[in-house]
């Protein structure tokens, strides 16, 4: 209970913008999110980390931060977001593949950490039936739920990827 009330909001504040960070940084905070919550369950430091997640109901550090983004990524398309955050997006037109799926257009980025880049391919990466829930709450739950059954079903092929733009996708 100390460790998710006081400890855990360490890590989730502003992660939708330190998320960019380069990926030494990001490692070394996953290091430290891992040693929290291995010391947390009292648990031998050698133990596997996805063990730990399991029994604390915790997911990897670099999926937290997918959860926020997508998150907030369903507050801006459904409006929720101040409106200078709904502009920043638009759906591709025409009649291809990503405009059928109601994919957001990718802009061109030389560094590719900018928000309209790195939100635009968030949400894209999540599928279109998720994207129609009607509330925040469940499509968040819904987020967290697929990727937690995927980490804990499919131990032996996951691995952490902190790279800042890249999206774990889940089959729903």
């Known amino acids: 209970m100390f460790v ?11 992660d939708i913008i330190w998320c960019r960070a380069a990926k030494t940084k990001l490692n070394s905070l996953d290091i430290l999110y891992k040693k929290l919550a291995k010391i947390a369950l009292d648990v031998h430091w050698q133990e596997p980390s996805v063990n730990v ?4 109901k ?7 931060r997918q959860l926020h ?17 709904v502009s920043k997006f638009a759906y591709v037109s025409g009649g291809s593949r990503d405009a059928e799926r109601c994919n957001l257009y990718i ?21 279109v039936n998720v994207r129609n829930i009607e509330s925040t709450a469940k499509f968040s739950q819904c987020i967290k739920s697929s990727f937690m059954s995927d980490v804990i079903n499919d131990v032996s092929s996951y691995a952490i990827n902190n790279s800042f733009d890249y999206f774990y996708t889940t089959a729903l």
Request: charged share 15%; glycine share 2%; aromatic share 16%.
């Open 4 to 14: 998710n009330a006081l400890l855990l909001p360490r890590f989730d504040y502003m």
């Open 53 to 56: 997640y399991r029994n604390m």
């Open 58 to 64: 915790w997911l990897p550090l670099h999926l937290r």
């Open 69 to 85: 983004l997508s998150t907030y990524m369903y507050k801006i398309i459904n409006e929720c977001a101040p409106p200078s955050f």
């Open 107 to 127: 802009p061109k980025s030389r560094t590719h950490k900018s928000f309209s880049y790195l939100g635009a391919k968030c949400w894209n990466s999540i599928p």
